[in-house]
Nanobody
Framework: QVLLVESGGGLVQAGGSLRLSCADS????????LGWFRQAPGKEREFVAA???????SDAISVKGRFTISRDNAKNTVYLQMNSLKPEDTAVYYC????????????????WGQGTQVTVSS
């Protein structure tokens, strides 16, 4: 049973932009933090950004100033706007939900989407 559905991935040239979406289709996570993680081939999954249901956000140093996370509570959807993309941003991007107090440091995420591929060509 897939509760979080990502979309918006694709192939883009370096310097380009993409916007990822993550839909909570069953309104399961309205009081959770929702976050984005990514995993490149041969590497561990890493935290990218997250947003609490109250609006507070947190993001990784590697994406500061380039990626922006936002949330539309009415649509139960979280977005990741990715600008100035680099080849090293290439990865599968996952959406996840956390009720943990450690959401802002990428911990306590218990529910995961299936991922969407982002490929940045040089």
């Amino acid at each position: 049973q897939v509760l979080l559905v990502e979309s918006g991935g694709g192939l883009v040239q370096a310097g380009g932009s993409l916007r990822l979406s993550c839909a909570d289709s069953r309104r399961t996570f309205t009081n959770y933090a929702l976050g984005w993680f990514r995993q490149a081939p041969g590497k561990e999954r890493e935290f990218v950004a997250a947003i609490h249901w109250s609006g507070y956000t947190s993001d990784a140093i590697s994406v500061k100033g380039r990626f922006t996370i936002s949330r539309d509570n009415a649509k139960n959807t979280v977005y990741l706007q990715m600008n100035s993309l680099k080849p090293e941003d290439t990865a599968v991007y996952y959406c996840a939900a956390a009720s943990s107090a450690a959401w802002s440091i990428g911990q306590g995420y218990d529910y995961w989407g299936q991922g969407t591929q982002v490929t940045v060509s040089s």
